[in-house]
Every structure is written in C-alpha cells, then in structure tokens.
C-alpha cells in the first residue's frame, strides 16, 4: 500500500555479469550448436513476467495530498459543529456516535498522505507501523460505530441510554484497533527498506478476515435484519439510513482483499496474464475509492444532521422551541 512498498534496484553485479565479453571459440561453438534451432517463440512470451498496471504510484501523489487536505478541513468543520451545537444540531440523536464518526475521519485522514507512494524517504518502519495502524483502525472503527447506532436505533432517538452508549462505542474502539494489529505487525522493514510483507501467514489471514467481516458481513446483516423484519413485522428494525452509504467506499475493498489473498496464497490461481491485471487495477480502483470515504463521510454526517434536525424541531413544543431558540443564540454570542 503506497508508501511502505519500495522498488527493488537491480544489483550491479548483475550488469556486470551481462557485459562480460567471451571469447570466440565459445562463441563459434554456440553458433555451430544452436544456430538452426527453431524457437517456440509463444512458449517464451508465456513464460514471460506479468507486468501489471499501477495506479497508485508516484503521480497520484497529489490525489493523496488533496483528499488528505478536504477530508481534514470538511471533518474538523462538522466536528465543531457537533461539538459546539450550531444549526440545531444539538437534536441529533446519538450526538456522540456522529462525533467519533468525524473523528474517525480526521485520523484517516492524516495517514493519507503518510502511504501515499513517492515519499518513502520521509518515515522509518514505526511510522509506518502506526500508520497502518490508523488507517485501519479508523476504517474499522467507523464502520463498527455505524452498525452500532443502526442497532440500537430508536433508543438513541430517546436519550435512553446515555453511558451505555459511552461505553460501548469505547469497547469499539479497542476491537478496532485489536482488528488493526494484523497489518500493524506486518509492516517490517527489509534491507533498509520499509515494505508490507505477510510472512507469517495466519497475519494475512486474520486482516483479511477482519477486512470481509467488518466491510462486507455487517453490512448486509444490517440490510438483511431490516428486511427481515420488515416481512415478519416483529421488533424494531436497525438504522438503515444516509450514514450507511459510507460502506459502498468499503464494500469493494473487503470483497477484493478475499480474493488478492486467495490469488496470492495459490488457492486460486489465474492463467491468463490478462486476469492478474484485471484483478491489479480492480484492488487499486477500490483502494482509491476506500480513501475517498474521509472526504463523503463529512458530507454524509452533514446531510445526516441536516434531515434529523427538520424532522425533530417540528415535533418540538412551541415553549421548548422558544428556548432552544434563545439557546442556540447564547451559544453564538
């Protein structure tokens, strides 16, 4: 992933061997042994390596920069939105989740432009480490914070359970970055050089779980429990709103790190050169789409607060309107 991946230079030695002059008498008797030979020239472009097409290489720097830049600037902007209660927000139900949720923003954010590719010369193997470690941990923690407001759903709504909810999105948290610590602990540094090696494979295995539970499973556990109840008509159904949109950013990510890592373990092997390639620019086309979530994910928490806040200020008494009303403006002077 960008910035933890380095090319490797080819040795000298090797272009020294290339260059080394034989004598004539070898060079006769290769010409006088193999001159009339008939290649199988099909057979030796088949053998040749697969080159595959990089995305995200060195000039996509600037789309790191960019989306590292908005997704700062747009998520501290509803962050202090949330905190400082502007524009009714301060009606939104479950307040603290939606808070978290732009911190988790913020912190993907931030590791952007650490793993974009061309600035490899800026970090030693720890920083890499921990910025792995952010950069999943948020993805992971966002997505565990939106399940779990869609599963408690009309209590939030009520107020009902205050330090329950501190609680538990806490426990999120530390599940998060427990599910980081595979990819963390696979950023090693080899040969000088900061690289992203999955040498032990039960690592590989575990982020990849991790990765298809939490992008891929909940959400369609959340969309199937709705739908679900919606046809028995028993209990209330999960949360399924605008804020459930962020898992289309991740939805592919999960779905292509299963089969990248069944591709690269052998148990799915792809003949055609063509198929690697395909698969190469699918896995950089998601990842690409994965980091656009910290710039959508503001704009959902916005258009979020923006519906919840017309729908509960009608619904309010005329005298708790009032109140709210001179409120809000004690807060802005």
Same mark, same amino acid.
């Given at each position: ?18 260059? /080394?002059? &034989?004598?004539?008498?070898?060079s006769d008797e290769w010409n006088n042994s193999y001159g009339e030979a008939d290649y199988d020239y099909t057979e030796l472009e088949a053998a040749a390596p ?11 720097? $600037? ?7 908005? #997704? ?8 202090? +939105? ?14 603290? *989740?939606? +808070? !978290?949720? +732009?911190? #988790?923003?913020?912190?993907?954010? /931030?590791?952007? $432009? @650490? ?13 890499? !480490? ?8 948020? +993805?992971?923690?966002?997505?565990? %914070? @939106? ?5 408690? #759903? ?5 107020? !009902? ?12 948290? &530390? ?5 980081? %610590?595979? *990819?963390?602990?696979?950023?090693? /540094?080899?040969?000088? %050089?900061?690289? =992203? ?7 590989q295995f575990m982020h990849t779980a991790a990765c298809f539970a939490i992008f891929v499973l909940l959400p369609l556990g959340l969309f199937g429990a709705k ?14 709103? /605008? ?8 939805? $592919? ?20 050169? $063509? ?24 704009? %959902? =928490?916005?258009?979020f607060c923006h519906q919840a806040t017309r729908t509960c200020l009608p619904s309010l008494p005329l005298p708790a309107r009032q109140s709210f009303h001179l ?7």
């Amino acid at each position: 992933m960008g910035n933890c991946l380095h090319r490797v230079d080819s040795s000298p030695t090797d272009e020294n061997f290339s260059n /080394i002059a &034989v004598g004539d008498d070898f060079s006769d008797e290769w010409n006088n042994s193999y001159g009339e030979a008939d290649y199988d020239y099909t057979e030796l472009e088949a053998a040749a390596p697969c080159h595959s097409y990089n995305l995200l290489d060195e000039s996509s720097l $600037p789309f790191y920069g960019l989306t590292s830049v908005l #997704g700062i600037l747009a998520s501290g902007a509803v962050l202090f +939105a949330l905190l400082r209660p502007l524009f009714h927000w301060q009606l939104c139900p479950g307040r603290p *989740i939606l +808070a !978290q949720l +732009a911190v #988790g923003s913020i912190l993907f954010s /931030i590791a952007v $432009p @650490i793993l974009a590719p061309g600035l490899s010369s800026v970090h030693n193997t720890h920083l890499c !480490q921990v910025t792995h470690l952010v950069w999943y941990s948020s +993805a992971f923690a966002q997505a565990l %914070l @939106i399940g779990c407001r869609a599963c408690l #759903g009309p209590k939030l709504g009520a107020g !009902q359970v205050p330090g329950l909810t501190l609680w538990l999105t806490l426990g999120l948290w &530390v599940v998060a970055v427990l599910l980081g %610590l595979p *990819i963390t602990l696979a950023s090693d /540094i080899s040969s000088g %050089l900061g690289t =992203l090696t999955f040498r032990w494979g039960i690592l590989q295995f575990m982020h990849t779980a991790a990765c298809f539970a939490i992008f891929v499973l909940l959400p369609l556990g959340l969309f199937g429990a709705k739908g679900l109840k919606k046809v028995l008509g028993r209990g209330s159904c999960p949360w399924v709103d /605008i804020l459930c949109v962020w898992f289309i950013f991740w939805w $592919p990510h999960g779905v292509l790190r299963v089969l990248d890592s069944l591709v690269r373990s052998n148990f799915l092997i792809l003949s055609s050169c $063509p198929a690697q390639q395909a698969l190469d620019l699918l896995v950089h086309l998601a990842e690409a789409l994965a980091i656009l979530h910290c710039v959508a994910t503001p704009l %959902l =928490l916005a258009l979020f607060c923006h519906q919840a806040t017309r729908t509960c200020l009608p619904s309010l008494p005329l005298p708790a309107r009032q109140s709210f009303h001179l409120d809000t403006l004690g807060s802005k002077s």
